[in-house]
């Protein structure tokens, strides 16, 4: 079975703050002061959501990957890499240019999505 990849709870919490409001059926709630995923009943948005401050929407790689895409023209392109396990490098595609100094190289797919994630969300939108 293949399993969805998601966000990190930091990572879901910098998407919201940059404006991520699709709809999503996985949400992070604290319990207990450790965090967990809760699934919740039916497709909701962090605007339509009774959303607090311990708790946002967890998003797929692949939503917060075509949410960039959409709204900020960022692509980010992953490949098995020989100096690690793999490479990620973002692209601008109004001005179809790869972006200056983006080449993000993780030992794991996980790894290198998020961080590529991260810079994207911190330095470009």
């Given amino acids: 079975m293949i399993e969805e990849r998601i966000c990190s709870y930091k990572l879901s919490k910098l998407l919201q703050e940059k404006g991520f409001d699709e709809e999503c059926t996985i949400w992070y ?35 917060a990957c075509d949410w960039l895409r959409k709204v900020h023209h960022i692509c980010i392109t992953i ?30 797919y996980k790894e290198v999505i998020e961080k590529a994630l991260k810079y994207s969300l911190e330095n470009l939108v």
């Fill in 79 to 108: 490949f098995p890499s020989k100096e690690k396990g793999f490479e990620a490098i973002l692209y601008d595609l109004e001005s179809d240019v790869e972006i200056y100094g983006c080449h993000i190289f993780e030992n794991s």
């Fill in 29 to 63: 709630v604290f319990e207990d002061m450790t965090d967990t995923i809760n699934d919740c009943i039916g497709p909701q948005s962090n605007s339509d959501h009774y959303a607090v401050d311990f708790e946002c929407s967890a998003p797929t790689h692949q939503m």
